[in-house]
C-alpha cells in the first residue's frame, strides 16, 4: 500500500512554500497515488521562463520504492527522453530512498536541467548534440522551452509576425533559428 | 547444441521469466530496474529476512568440502558460539541483524533500564536529524513505529509479544523494512552531525564527501553496511557490537584463530581508557565478506 498520510503530509509541506521554490505537486483526480508536480526552469539555462510539467505515479511501495516521475512537458535535454520524458536520474532508480520527498525529486530534476550529464544521457541523439554542437542544442533546448514551455507559445508568436506581413515559413525558421525569441525573430525578419 | 545444453536452456527458461527478453534495443532503465526487484523476489523466496535459529554445525556444512581454513575457524567459533541465525543477504543484512539481536536481547533480559536509556538515546537521535534539516514527516513514521517495537518487548504491557511474535514481525516487510529505514537514519544523522570524525574513513572507503556519503551509502535501502556505518550506528544508540570475522586469512604461527572487532560507543570509551569494567557486547553478528549473521554464545 502507498502510505497516504504521508503524501498527504508531502503535498502540504511542498505548497506551504510553492512561492519560494516554485515547485508545485497537485493530485490528479480524487486518488493520491498519480500525482503531477511542476518546476520552473533554472534561470541562467536555456530552460528559464518555462514551465515542466512532471507526471508522478506512487508505487505500492512509496516511500520504499522510488516515484515514477517523467515529463509530460516536451523537453530537449540530454538525460530526458524527448519522446517519452522519460528521465534518467539515479534517484528516482537505485538511489531512492524513503529519507527524500516528492520535492527533494523534483528539486534534484530542476537541478538535472541546470546541469546536464551528457555521459550518462537518456536521448542518445540530444546528448551528441550537446557534445558536438553545443550552440544548436541551446538553439533547440531554448526554442522547445518557448514552443512546449510557457503559456504564451510560439503559435502566438507566429501569428503576430505573420500578421506583420511575413511568410508563414519563414517566420517559423525564423523564431527556431533565434530560439524562440520574438523580438529578434522580428529584427532578424526586418533585417533579411 | 548438445542435447544436455539443450535442456540447460529449456530449464532456464522455464524456471526464468526474467531472462525471456526479445527486444534489447528497447530494454531500458526501467526494465533493467523491474528486472533487478525480479531477481531479488525471486532470491527472497529463498530465506526470510531473518531465519531460523541453526546449530554452528548448520556453517559448518555450507564449507563440508570447502576451503580447510575456514572448516578450522568454525571449529575454534564452535568454541565459543553455539548457534547462528541467518539473514536475508539483500544489501541490509547488517541493519536487520542488529535489529533482530537486539530485540531479541532486550526481550530475553526484560532490561527496563536499557530500554528507558535507549528511548533516551532515539529522541536525541531526533533532534539531531531535526538539527540537519530533515522534515519530520520523513523520519517519524520510522522513528513511531521502532518504539512501538520496544514498548511491545517489556513484559506485563497489553502489547507485550513473545520470542515467536518477535520473528514473525521481523520477517513482516511493514515492521522489518521500517525499522532497517530507522537504522538508516539514525546512522546517517550520525555521520553528519560527526562528519569531522568521519570524514577520513569515508574518504578511505569511497572518495565522496560525508553528504554525498550519507546520500548514497546509507540512506537507500539494500546499501551495504561497512565499518562507518557500524561505528555510527553504535555511537548513537550507544551499544556495543561485536562482530567476529569469517575469512581465509591467516596468521604464520601456525594456530588458527578467529579476528573479531568489538565495536564500543564513543561515550564508553572513556571507561574502558580509565580500566575500570570491560564492556562485554551483547550482539554479536559474524560478518563473512559481504555478510552479515546473528552469533549466539553457548
Redesign the interface.
Known sequence: MV?FA?VQ??LH?CNKDVQVSGIKVSPVGGDLSHLTGSIPGPTGTPYEGGIFQIDIKLADGYP?DPPKMRFTTKVWHPNISSQSG?I?LDIL?????????LKTALLSIQALLSSPEPGDP?DAVVAQQYLKDHQTFLGTARYWTEAFAKTCGVEEKVKKLVEMGFPESLVRSTLEAVGGDENLALEKLCSG | MDSQEKQAAADCESNNDVLEIEDWANFRDDDIMRQHYDIRDQEAEKIPYVGDKEPLSALAAEYHSGSPILLEKIKVLSDQYGFIRRTRGDGNCFFRGFMFAYLEHLLVSQDRNEVDRIKGKVEHCKKTLQSLGYAEFTFEDFFSLFLEQLDSILQGGENSISETELVQRCRDQSVSDYVVMFFRFITSGEIKSRSEFFEPFILGLSSSTVDQFCKASVEPMGEESDHVHITALSDALGVPIRVVYLDRSSCDSGSVSVNHHDFIPASDQHTLDGGSVAINPKITLLYRPGHYDILYLK
Open positions: 502510505d504521508r503530509k508531502e509541506e520504499f522519460a534518467c532508480k537505485d538511489q531512492w530512498s524513503p529519507a527524500l520527498t537518456q
